[in-house]
């Protein structure tokens, strides 16, 4: 297969699998499976150019970034710019609160709005289409002709193909992986030949052999090579030790711009580290390179630099472009481009990549004739174009001491660094070995430390996407004196140096002054500003004194500021820590920041301190043994601090003792500490009597735990702001982590339990606070209390007529016609969403509704009666209770209508005389299918009273035990007297009565259990079913009486006037000829008195001649004890 048949597609599913592999080996393996399998027919180029597009340099830049792509793609999709999706898309570092996901995620915010557009099946288009397709693309010069391209595309691709595409535009296709390990799978020699050509589609031609090993390529003029990189070390000890005593050279390390040299004849290239051949150095340089380089074909390696006539030096970092303008303009200035080079890696003919260093130094020394100011040569012992005053660039070293001296020489020199290398390495492309190391002050120890004020927040991408990840830091104007700053300069961007939760807190404690910077919106009049782009954040602090101080730490060179209003800003800055103890006018002022660059001439405000320490160090004495190494006897979080030095500046906390506990990396215990001494307080390492105040960070650790047994606890933004006010702060809520039961209870009147003080304002960091230290058992409701809060408070407010409302929607039964059944149900789900956007509620179980929607119409009526028969039984007992309304759907409908919760009498479909006509129908039904014949069943109504749930029955009153036990009914066709009842017993709640307290009938689901008595001499006989002993018996056992069998209440001593001197014999009752007379509900309950327990497994809801074998198994074991009548009614009761 080829790039003429191979699908888009294909190449899609490779990367998807590859982007979500988490292991490296995986990924390498998709690779390898699409290199061997899938792509056979070796022209490789057309598939790795989408795989590695930033390395791809046929095919031009396409010039636009996430926010004209995202307006191309609005045009090609024909989105309106108002609409929801080209917010989306133009505004994609924001996010929105419904796709907050893929905030700050340019390709995924295009997947979300392109798969609610584009199909999900593959397109149609091949590699080489979508190439050619790109192609076009890049050469598009305007917005609508680029737009028209992405409009041919999304017709052609799928929503996958398409969020591809854009990830190759955008040259970013975060797979997880380097392109080294993509060259390692496409061929073994492809890395090292792309080090050398730099060049995709030659290293792809070159190697379609991925079987075949090549020789090594001879480096080509015009053809760039990537460059010999150093690694870093942190002090010029370990650098030493590295080299282990080889032939090393010490360079000076320029702060310019990486650049090699290529040239052929007359004609010059400037390639840079990331092979970017730079035109603008030509007029600059050109003649300089063709006049004093003595072979036709050359390639060089240094640093473009900028020359200072006047202060005979070079010029700050950054100044390299200007320079370049001023020189293609023909301006004469102070300052001219410089080229400084240390390397050659071809001269005439001749590859000179795999001599040795020195050797090399000896060619450069021979080919290039220095020219003052405008090209030096790196070598070691050259003049190189310097005056007296000035170390040497570069020299051959021999000692530590002598890389020390030469290291402290530049740093004093305002150089970046200085550069090792050993004089026998070879040049190695791309390599980052150990042949050369670079040493940097700021690896070492110098560093500005530097107190600014956030001023703006920018929002990130990628991981941070659609977060705060970067802050506009700006310095005060120096005020009058005894004022307060009144405008800030802008000063640096800076986005490192803090972790996801300190950044977190951070943003929390800025976010309730943060003001949206508006497109054309004019900034905060505070703010001095350039205008720039860089300057422009998405927020501005809209109030300087409700922002924050930030310790920001940099390289020790200052650059000359280019964005910022300030005259000096900082390289590489990064926040050391965020200062919450300081006030917002204590940050620094511009002309402060002045003074420190002149003291410090650009360097390190104390050159000589490395030196010094080093001076210090004590020298160690090898002997026999290596000395053991001193570590200290107390742990570091015991050892007090040395507050030697500390002077005291005010009596704040004169008489407190403070102990501190679970101390922030922004505030360690030891400043803390030395906050204490300077005013005027104490601190204890222990926590002990003397100890006035406990404070913490946070909630968390055993020394937390046991400090909160018995003390108050405070969190630490108490003590730092006494200190920042410099004075006691009154403790608010929002200082408590924890208040003892003794404070609790010592509370003054005018605060309640949780700190709120009943006079005064809360602000939301009390409220929060408080909140978090509350027990939760304090705030839980049950749902009927939340029901009965919002009825009450919430039913007359917008929106909220249904508050309390549960609604259940009866399916839809009755309608046959599948048209209208579907137009039935549309309207049903209309009418649903209203009731949830006025604060209804929706379920699926019964038993949880206060209402029920039937949908009712005249040519599609229905009754209670067929309602029921849909049900389940334990849903019919449910329907039948009054506390559920069964409702047409109307009575909704006309509700949202008229905006107000309407009186469902009008519309319900139950009433009391149908309701007695259903129970009466469903018993008889049930009596009917169990082969009995009944007219009617009549109940003895007890009175209400007597019905309640947890009334103490025995010894209350007679009438109302006789009530509730005396359930029975007589047949009309014979008369009931002495031994010839027929009994009722039934579990009685208020759920059963009516309001007038009338016991409701049930259907065969809550069936009384009935049996005949017919008492002949001493031995009782039932009248029986014609069917009793076989499965006939269709009345479930746990669906007559439902808790029947797993009912453990306990048994009261409840004697009643027909059953008080009555028992019945225990033989009686086991007797296999009983038992198999009797129903299945009866046998249930004489195994239950016999054995006091839930007979688990006679589960009777299986046929009755199954459950009555059990139990006749079981009685065969069951001992033999006498059971009184009362006791088995109670049984029955209770259940």
């Keep these: ?368 004739e220095p020219l003052k100011g405008y090209l030096e040569v790196l070598l070691p012992g050259g003049d190189a174009a310097l005056d007296e005053k000035q170390p040497p660039w570069s020299i051959f070293v021999n000692s530590v001491e002598e890389v020390n001296k030469f290291f402290l020489q530049n740093v004093e020199n305002r150089e970046e660094g200085i550069l090792l290398k050993d004089l026998e390495s070879k040049w190695d492309a791309g390599d980052r070995s150990e042949k050369w190391l670079k040493l940097k002050p700021d690896y070492v120890h110098a560093e500005s430390d530097l107190d600014a004020l956030i001023i703006g927040c920018f929002i990130g991408s990628g991981r941070q996407g659609g977060e705060i990840s970067q802050f506009l830091l700006g310095l005060a104007e120096k005020p009058k004196s005894g004022g307060l700053p009144t405008r800030f300069f802008s000063f640096c961007r800076v986005g490192t140096g803090l972790s996801d939760n300190e950044r977190h807190d951070l943003v929390c404690k800025l976010k309730p002054y943060l003001k949206r910077n508006e497109r054309n919106a004019r900034p905060p009049d505070c703010y001095i500003l350039t205008n720039i782009g860089k300057e422009r954040p998405d927020f501005w602090v809209e109030q300087p004194d409700k922002s924050v101080i930030v310790e920001v730490t940099s390289d020790i060179r200052s650059i000359r500021s280019l964005y910022f209003t300030t005259p000096y800003s900082l390289r590489f800055p990064r926040i050391r820590r965020v200062r919450y103890d300081k006030p917002w006018y204590d940050c620094l002022d511009v002309s402060t920041l002045q003074q420190i660059m002149q003291s410090r001439d650009g360097g390190i405000a104390h050159p000589k301190e490395h030196e010094r320490r080093d001076r210090k160090r004590p020298r160690v004495v090898v002997r026999g043994k290596r000395a053991a190494l001193s570590l200290p006897i107390v742990p570091s979080h015991l050892l007090v601090t040395d507050i030697s030095g500390i002077k005291q500046e005010t009596t704040i906390f004169k008489g407190l003792v403070f102990h501190f506990l679970n101390t922030d990396q922004e505030n360690p215990k030891g400043h803390l500490h030395k906050l204490v001494i300077q005013n005027g307080g104490r601190f204890a390492m222990n926590l002990s009597a003397s100890v006035t105040h406990i404070i913490a960070a946070e909630k968390r650790g055993i020394q937390y735990k046991a400090a909160a047994l018995g003390r108050d606890v405070i969190h630490v933004s108490w003590f730092l702001d006494c200190c920042a006010q410099k004075a006691l702060v009154p403790l608010r809520p929002r200082y408590f982590l924890h208040l003892s039961k003794e404070s609790k209870g010592k509370l003054p009147e005018d605060i309640d339990e949780f700190g709120d003080n009943f006079y005064e304002d809360l ?72 009731l949830l956007f006025r604060k209804g509620e929706v379920t699926k179980n019964l038993k949880y509704a206060t209402h029920m929607i039937v949908y009712f119409s005249d040519k599609h009526p229905i009754s209670l009666g067929g309602i029921l028969r849909t049900l389940s039984p334990a849903d019919r007992l449910i329907v039948l209770k009054d506390m559920l309304q069964i409702v047409k759907h109307t009575w909704l409908e006309d509700s949202l209508e008229k905006k107000i919760r309407l009186n469902e009498d009008s519309y319900n479909l139950k009433n009391r005389t149908e309701i007695t006509n259903i129970e009466r129908d469903f018993v008889a039904e049930a009596r009917a299918e169990e082969g009995q014949t009944y007219e009617a069943v009549k109940f003895q109504t007890p009175s209400p009273e007597c019905c309640r749930e947890g009334t103490d029955f025995p010894d209350r009153d007679e009438q109302k035990e006789a009530s509730k036990l005396d359930v029975m009914e007589k047949s009309e066709n014979e008369k009931c007297t002495g031994k010839d009842q027929k009994v009722a017993i039934k579990r009685v709640t208020d759920d059963d009565l009516d309001e007038q307290g009338v016991l409701i009938q049930r259907h065969s689901e809550d069936a009384d259990v009935m049996h005949d008595t017919d008492m002949k001499d001493t031995s009782p006989s039932y009248k029986l079913h014609p069917e009793a002993d076989k499965s006939s018996a269709k009345m479930d056992a746990f669906q007559q009486v439902p808790d029947l069998l797993y009912s453990d209440h306990k048994i009261q001593d409840i004697q009643t006037k027909e059953s008080a001197q009555k028992s019945v014999d225990f033989d009686a009752f086991t007797s296999d000829e009983y038992l198999k007379k009797l129903p299945a509900v009866e046998a249930a309950s004489t195994l239950y008195n016999i054995h006091h327990q839930p007979p688990s497994l006679v589960r009777l809801n299986e046929e009755t001649s199954g459950g009555l074998e059990k139990a006749e198994r079981t009685l065969q074991n069951a001992p033999k004890k006498k059971v009184s009548y009362k006791t088995l009614v109670q049984k029955f009761f209770d259940a």
């Excluded at 995986?26 to 590695?52: G, P």
């Excluded at 737009?147 to 999304?154: D, K, M, Q, T």
């Excluded at 839980?780 to 408070?793: A, I, N, Y």
């Excluded at 009755?814 to 009418?831: C, G, M, P």
């Design 763 to 834: 602000d939301v960091n009390d409220l929060k606070q408080m909140f978090t230290n509350m027990d939760r058992m304090h705030i839980l409701m049950s749902k009927s209390e939340v029901c009965r809060f919002e009825d009450k408070h919430f039913r007359k407010e917008p929106y909220g007529e249904f508050c309390g409302c549960i609604i259940y929607f009866w399916s839809l039964h009755h309608i046959q016609d599948e048209e209208i059944q579907a137009v039935a149900k549309v309207a049903l789900k209309r009418l649903e969403l209203g």
């Design 1 to 368: 297969m080829c790039d003429r048949t191979v699908r888009f597609g294909v190449l899609c599913d490779m990367l998807d699998a590859i982007s979500k592999a988490r292991n490296v080996s995986v990924k390498r393996k998709h690779l390898r499976t699409f290199f061997d399998q899938v792509y056979t027919d070796r022209e490789y180029y057309s598939a790795v150019r989408l795989m590695l597009p930033g390395l791809d340099k046929e095919r031009p830049a396409y010039g636009l970034k996430e926010a004209v792509l995202a307006r191309c793609l609005c045009d090609a999709l024909a989105i309106s710019k108002d609409s929801t999706d080209a917010r989306r898309l133009v505004n994609w570092k924001r996010g929105s609160n419904i796709f907050n996901g893929s905030a700050g995620n340019f390709p995924l915010v295009a997947h979300d709005v392109l798969s609610r557009r584009l199909s999900s099946s593959p397109g149609d288009l091949t590699i080489r289409d979508v190439n050619a397709f790109l192609d076009r693309f890049a050469m598009g010069e305007t917005r609508d002709d680029k737009a028209s391209i992405l409009s041919l595309l999304v017709k052609r691709t799928s929503a996958q193909e398409m969020t591809w595409i854009i990830r190759i535009i955008l040259k970013d296709l975060k797979l997880g992986i380097s392109e080294k390990t993509v060259f390692h799978e496409l061929h073994p020699d492809a890395e090292r030949l792309m080090n050398v050509t730099c060049d995709l589609k030659l290293v792809c031609e070159s190697l379609k052999d991925r079987n075949k090993r090549i020789r090594s390529r001879d480096v080509t003029p015009g053809m760039p090579l990537r460059p010999q990189l150093a690694s870093r070390v942190r002090d010029v000890d370990e650098a030493w030790k590295k080299f282990g005593g080889r032939r090393i050279i010490a360079e000076c390390k320029f702060d310019g711009d990486r650049i090699q040299i290529h040239k052929i004849g007359n004609k010059v290239h400037f390639f840079s580290r990331s092979v970017i051949d730079h035109k603008e150095y030509t007029e600059g340089m050109s003649w300089v390179i063709c006049k004093h380089v003595k072979v036709e074909k050359c390639i060089l390696d240094g640093e473009m630099m900028v020359w200072n006539k006047v202060t005979n030096r070079f010029a700050d970092f950054g100044s390299n472009q200007a320079a370049a303008r001023s020189a293609k303009d023909g301006l004469e200035t102070d300052q001219h481009l410089c080229y400084v080079a240390f390397d050659i890696l071809y001269a005439g003919e001749e590859t000179l990549i795999d001599q040795p260093l020195h050797e090399r130094q000896k060619v450069l020394q021979q080919v290039v």
